[in-house]
């Protein structure tokens, strides 16, 4: 099993920036890869970006260029860098983990909300 804990959402203005933090614990040693995803009022849970054990990361389109997701494995932390933030990128946030059984975590999710 492994057990992630979102932090780092809050209330910023479209075009500044935030750093969401995903602390993972359990087996850890059996992640294959991680990823942030998001889910808006009335749409469906979307990828935003993922990282695998060997360092590969993919992400939506709607963010390439804006965000970056990075991972320290000294702190068992996966970080999303969010830059120049729009109203479209308010959801929340959720962490998941896929073990190499397969088997996906997810974690409680983090609320990011944009707005002037």
């Known amino acids: 099993q492994v057990q992630l804990v979102e932090s780092g959402g809050g209330l910023v203005q479209p075009g500044e920036s935030l750093r969401l933090s995903c602390a993972y614990s359990g087996s850890v040693f059996s992640i294959l890869a991680m990823g942030w995803y998001r889910q808006a009022p009335g749409k469906q849970r979307e990828l935003v970006a993922t990282i695998t054990s060997g360092g590969t990361t993919n992400y939506a389109d709607s963010v390439k260029g804006r965000f970056t997701i990075s991972r320290d494995n000294a702190k068992n932390t996966v970080y999303l860098q969010m830059n120049s933030l729009q109203p479209e990128d308010t959801a929340v946030y959720y962490c998941?983990?896929?073990?190499?059984?397969?088997?996906?975590?997810w974690g409680q999710g983090t609320q990011v909300t944009v707005s002037s």
């Open positions: 998941k983990t896929t073990l190499t059984s397969r088997r996906n975590y």
